[in-house]
């Protein structure tokens, strides 16, 4: 059963930083390229960024390019997003996913105010 369990959410103040994890299960998660994407209240989800299998190409979407930084460490099977200078508009459940799939996970909620 494919698995991915998302992390490292929480309140932050504009400014901060926040690191996300995502453990994967179930599958081989070195075989896929994985992305993160965000779903903010009474939006879509949001594409936010994509990791090649091997980690060496990384894609962004222009609001979060030069603030946030994906990662992956395939030998733990888990997933990163080093997210800086967050934004009160950066506020939103995060999900990881192989990249063009749904995310299939619970989320982790992401609340960026003063």
């Known amino acids: 059963e494919v698995q991915l369990v998302e992390s490292g959410g929480g309140l932050v103040q504009p400014g901060g930083s926040l690191r996300l994890s995502c453990a994967a299960s179930?599958?081989?998660?070195?075989?896929?390229?994985m992305s993160w994407v965000r779903q903010a209240p009474g939006n879509g989800p949001e594409w936010v960024s994509t990791?090649?299998?091997?980690?060496?190409?990384?894609s962004y979407a222009d609001s979060v390019k030069g603030r946030f930084t994906i990662s992956r460490d395939n030998a733990k099977n888990t997933l990163y997003l080093q997210m800086n200078s967050l934004k009160p508009e950066d506020t939103a459940v995060y999900y990881c996913?192989?990249?063009?799939?749904?995310?299939g996970g619970q989320g982790t909620q992401v609340t960026v105010s003063s």
């Open positions: 996913a192989t990249a063009g799939d749904p995310p």
């Open positions: 179930g599958f081989t998660f070195g075989s896929y390229r």
């Open positions: 990791i090649s299998r091997g980690g060496s190409s990384t």
